[in-house]
Nanobody
Framework: QVQLVESGGGLEQPGGSLRLSCAAS????????MGWYRQAPGKQRELVAT???????NYADSVKGRFTISRDNGKNTVYLQMSSLKREDTAVYYC?????????WGQGTQVTVSS
């Protein structure tokens, strides 16, 4: 089992920045990659970014150049630095940890971009 605890969401103005954190515990050695998904009201959940343990990253086109994912393997933590925020970035953001048998999900953290 893997447990994920997210933090760092909140309210930010358009153009601002936020950083999300996600700490993993449990069977850390089984994790292949970690990442972030988001779900806006009335929309399907979508991939935001992923990062493997050796640093290979992948981003949704909508966040490329604005968001940066990073991992601190020593702290078993993944971060999502979000800059140049747009109103359309408003969503619940979920941390994920992928293992051979499936994906673990965090409880989600709300990000609201509004003036």
């Amino acid at each position: 089992q893997v447990q994920l605890v997210e933090s760092g969401g909140g309210l930010e103005q358009p153009g601002g920045s936020l950083r999300l954190s996600c700490a993993a515990s449990g069977r850390i050695s089984s994790i292949n990659s970690m990442g972030w998904y988001r779900q806006a009201p009335g929309k399907q959940r979508e991939l935001v970014a992923t990062a493997t343990s050796d640093g290979i990253t992948n981003y949704a086109d909508s966040v490329k150049g604005r968001f940066t994912i990073s991992r601190d393997n020593g702290k078993n933590t993944v971060y999502l630095q979000m800059s140049s925020l747009k109103r359309e970035d408003t969503a619940v953001y979920y941390c994920t940890a992928a293992v051979v048998t499936g994906i673990y999900w965090g409880q989600g953290t709300q990000v609201t971009v509004s003036s």
